[in-house]
């Protein structure tokens, strides 16, 4: 099955702008799905598609993709959206889907 | 309001046997298909296992693959995940999802909020 990877952890200033990266090689022929997990909560969707936000979701979340990388942007990211966010597709060589290992982002 | 409820978790020795079930409310449960993704203490998301609408589809992670057995009843609206020959590794929160799909993606929304299966003897 093919892999997702994304870094363990990144940090951002209150108010400022951080990517947030997934690679792999499903990434070439799928979009990535972005889920934001704080501790005990369930995962929520926060981009799917191109760059589509579900209903909620702040504007400052988006989402792009290049080659074998998808990316989730916050632009002004806040103190609340210190979380988990992981990243999934289609898995183009498995049985259905997986996941990135995730990334512990830290608002500082 | 669109929501998924799972039950069924605790604490099982090594070997034996659990059921887990969700509930989904508030949408057309036979109209999609749906995923159960489970997450060990500390860990990140591991996809398990997914099911079609018609329940004609089914998909496994190598990882459970002869052990577990996803099946769901639409007259129900309900989900559920037949665990046997259970080992440590299987413990973890077990999330249920709904799998929606577009052009060259799917993503899960809504999630449930989990239920914890702990093996253990």
């Known amino acids: 099955s093919s892999e997702l990877t994304q870094d363990p952890a990144v940090s951002v200033a209150l108010g400022q702008t951080v990517r947030i990266t997934c690679q792999g090689d499903s990434l070439r022929s799928y979009y990535a799905s972005w889920y934001q997990q704080k501790p005990g909560q369930a995962p929520v969707l926060v981009i799917y598609?191109?760059?589509n936000r579900p209903s909620g979701i702040p504007d400052r979340f988006s989402g792009s993709s290049s080659g074998n990388t998808a990316s989730l942007t916050i632009t002004g990211a806040q103190a609340e959206d210190e979380a988990d966010y992981y990243c999934n597709s289609r898995d183009s060589s498995g049985p259905h889907v997986v996941f990135g290992g995730g990334t512990k982002l830290t608002v500082l | 309001e669109v929501q998924l409820v799972e039950s069924g978790g605790g604490l099982v020795q090594p070997g034996g046997s659990l059921r887990l079930s969700c509930a989904a409310s508030g949408f057309t449960f036979s109209s999609y298909s749906m995923n159960w993704v489970r997450q060990a203490p500390g860990k990140g998301l591991e996809w398990v296992s997914y099911i079609s609408s018609s329940s004609s589809t089914i998909y496994y992670a190598d990882s459970v693959k002869g052990r577990f057995t996803i099946s769901r009843d639409n007259a129900k609206n309900s989900l559920y995940l037949q665990m046997n020959s259970l080992r440590d590794e299987d413990t973890a929160v077990y999330y249920c999802a709904r799998e929606n799909s577009g052009s060259y993606s799917n993503w899960f929304d809504p999630w449930g909020q989990g239920t914890l299966v702990t093996v253990s003897s």
């Open positions: 598609g191109k760059n």
